[in-house]
């Protein structure tokens, strides 16, 4: 069996360097289960994000951090109580991080493990990543995209507010998907 972790990988048109994220192009979004009936989307802005790739794909280092206060899902009613203490406490935890902490190979499928930290609470993720590819721009520059999704427990990050429901149930699910749509670029 061939130990994923270490032998290097060729994946085309991978260039080793540290890579910038794109805000403009790029969103973490997110889908939450409401009333359990329906889900509510939402999205936070990207405030910064480095890749550094080594010639080995697998040993890619990846840091990334989201604004809380950015958190959008189009009820400004709701993203006010969600940027409250209820939940978020944008005052005391002004940012989501990532850091990775491995990059691994299962069957087609490339996983990024690392540390989620969101609400004061760091935990172990892994966000199983789709590339897009790369290319260059009209303007010269090297960019990759890519797209990458995991599914957390709001409350092991302590976020544990909600409501029961007279019809039984409560208005917020306890299982969160995040979907982060990333474009970044080589630098010079």
């Known amino acids: 069996m061939t130990d994923t972790t270490t032998t290097a990988i060729e994946i085309p ?26 889900k509510v ?27 809380a206060a950015s958190i959008n899902t189009k009820d400004e009613g709701r993203d006010t109580h969600l940027r409250s ?12 991080d990532f850091v990775s902490t491995g990059v691994r190979v299962a069957g087609d499928d490339f996983l990024v493990d690392g540390d989620l930290t969101i609400h004061g609470v760091t935990k172990p993720v892994t966000f199983e990543l789709e590339f897009g590819g790369f290319g260059t721009d009209p303007w010269g520059n090297y960019k990759a995209g890519a797209t990458a999704k995991t599914v ?9 507010w909600n409501a029961a429901l007279e019809t039984g149930g409560v208005l917020v699910g306890k299982d969160v998907t995040i979907t982060l749509d990333l474009q970044g670029s080589l630098q010079a």
């Open 152 to 160: 957390i427990n709001r409350e092991d990050f302590g976020l544990t």
């Open 85 to 96: 203490g209820d939940f978020f406490d944008i005052e005391t935890y002004p940012t989501i």
């Open 41 to 67: 989307r939402g999205s936070f802005s990207v405030s910064s994000a480095t890749i550094v790739a080594p010639a080995n794909p697998l040993e890619v280092q990846v840091t990334a951090s989201a604004d």
């Open 13 to 38: 048109g991978y260039k080793a360097g540290t890579w910038v994220l794109d805000p403009a192009h790029s969103e973490i979004s997110f889908s939450v289960r409401h009333m359990m009936i329906s």
